[in-house]
């Protein structure tokens, strides 16, 4: 079982809150990615980081910004949420050689 | 850039075999693999394959590699309605730096009783 925790699982904010999404893991790996799963199922990836103080930009362009201060913390934040905003968001992290990911159980954001 | 291609929907019945279909652009993909995705939580890997393999079997699971056709299947035998989720297929290529997975949109398996 992968060691890899998201906190909240479900959250319902208002317009123009500020929200941060945890993700946590305890395994060590240096890469982590946060992807964003709209309802027609498809993956998106966001963000990721090959260690501290990396971050990149994915291939869908998104309003949210990560930080990685340390290797087993991954957190992503909304400064102002929409309810474009509202959809799954899926963090992993990888194994070095097979680039194997391991994912926590997501975070629903849901945006009123 | 790579792509990654399966049907969207599945239907079998309980008991039968499913196979679930992927195809493939980047002919440097050096792993392939599948993920399982129940309702409301992440993905779980199922297996993978090196590409230099076949065929690779596990328990109900059998991966069918082709790389010639870049295609890549999953069977999974006697299935169950716990096997009702949606299976992602993703490759991960040679190229220096690459660390990313491609993920296909994901085929729903609905198994009827």
């Known amino acids: 079982e992968a060691d890899i925790y998201q906190t909240p699982r479900y959250l319902v904010i208002g317009t123009g809150k500020k929200i941060t999404l945890e993700c946590s893991q305890t395994?060590?790996?240096?890469?982590m990615y946060w992807y964003q799963q709209d309802p027609g199922m498809e993956l998106h990836l966001i963000h990721y980081?090959?260690?501290?103080?990396?971050?990149e930009k994915g291939d869908l362009s998104s309003e949210s910004t990560v930080s990685r201060i340390r290797t087993e913390h991954f957190p992503l934040t909304l400064e102002s949420a929409r309810p474009s905003h509202t959809s799954q968001y899926l963090c992993?992290?990888?194994?070095?050689?097979?680039?194997?990911?391991?994912f926590g159980e997501g975070s629903r954001l849901t945006v009123l | 850039g790579e792509d990654v291609e399966q049907s969207l929907f599945l239907s079998v019945r309980e008991g039968d075999s499913s196979v679930i279909n992927c195809t493939y652009t980047?002919?440097?993909?050096?792993?392939l693999y599948w993920y399982k995705q129940e309702p409301g939580a992440g993905l779980q890997l199922l297996t993978y394959i090196f590409s230099n393999m076949d065929m690779k079997q596990d328990q109900r699971l059998t991966v069918l590699l082709n790389k010639k056709d870049k295609h890549l299947s999953l069977r999974i035998a006697d299935t169950q309605t716990g096997d009702s989720a949606i299976y992602f297929c993703a490759e991960k290529d040679s190229g220096a730096g690459s660390y990313q997975l491609t993920f296909g949109k994901g085929t729903k398996l609905s198994v009827i009783p």
């Open positions: 992993a992290s990888s194994v070095e050689n097979t680039g194997e990911l391991f």
């Open positions: 395994m060590g790996h240096d890469k």
């Open positions: 980047d002919s440097s993909s050096t792993y």
């Open positions: 980081s090959y260690g501290v103080n990396s971050t």
